[in-house]
């Protein structure tokens, strides 16, 4: 289904003809520039990342899946060309399919996590939100808030994925959020500040915090910046 486009000159026109690439290619990537189509080696991660994929698509085995989205989280994480590479593959959809299919089992807790640090890596780029933004995107993170909101690590790197979004120029009210689900993260922010009140904990008390903020944008209060934190301790600076 991708498709590059070649440029070409006819009756001082141009017009332009389609060909069809394979979404991946293992040994070389296509990029249209002018009127040509140039071709350049891939690197060893992107070479992964095109195995990975492929795995994400055809395997039913939860072991081979779980290889696979780890390799993906190191890659996308050393690699913006890898970063690249999901997304024009479409490789984000796969993922976000395996989210809606996750439950709360130990081994499904842990494909959650490597996931949502694939979509981390991915978000770091600025550009990357722009294909990856979509209504079915909030949607999934939405649903993820909700379900995992009592694991801590979870809670706090699903609502930073939604406030990184929702503060990006991709994010479009209208478009990307509906009633429902902002009727459900007010939900989830008040039983979290519940939980907050009774025994406070580092990723939910930032988990609440990027949450708020989500909210301050689709209901236009205001922006809550967290303070500073020290990479070493994880400490607030003063």
Request: proline share 2%.
């Amino acid at each position: 289904r991708v498709i590059d486009a070649i440029a070409c000159t006819s009756n001082s026109k141009q017009e332009v003809k389609h060909v069809s690439i394979p979404k991946i290619i293992t040994t070389a990537s296509y990029i249209a520039t002018s009127n040509k189509i140039h071709v350049r080696s891939l690197s060893k991660y992107e070479k992964h990342t095109a195995k990975a994929i492929k795995v994400l698509r055809k395997s039913e085995l939860f072991s081979e899946v779980m290889e696979a989205v780890s390799i993906l989280e190191k890659t996308t994480s050393k690699s913006i060309d890898s970063c690249k590479l999901l997304l024009k593959a479409r490789g984000q959809d796969n993922l976000l399919s395996l989210l809606a299919s996750c439950n709360r089992s130990s081994p499904h807790l842990e494909l959650v996590r490597v996931i949502l640090h694939i979509f981390k890596n991915i978000t770091g780029h600025q550009a990357s939100l722009s294909v990856l933004g979509t209504r079915e995107y909030m949607s999934k993170m939405t649903d993820v808030v909700q379900m995992f909101r009592d694991k801590a690590d979870i809670f706090e790197l699903s609502t930073l994925l939604l406030e990184t979004f929702v503060r990006s120029d991709a994010f479009i009210l209208s478009e990307h959020s509906s009633h429902e689900q902002r009727r459900c993260l007010r939900e989830v922010l008040s039983l979290s500040r519940k939980r907050a009140s009774v025994r406070s904990c580092p990723g939910f008390d930032r988990g609440i915090l990027y949450l708020e903020n989500v909210m301050n944008i689709v209901e236009g209060g205001t922006i809550i910046e967290s303070k500073p934190k020290c990479p070493y301790c994880d400490r607030e600076f003063t």
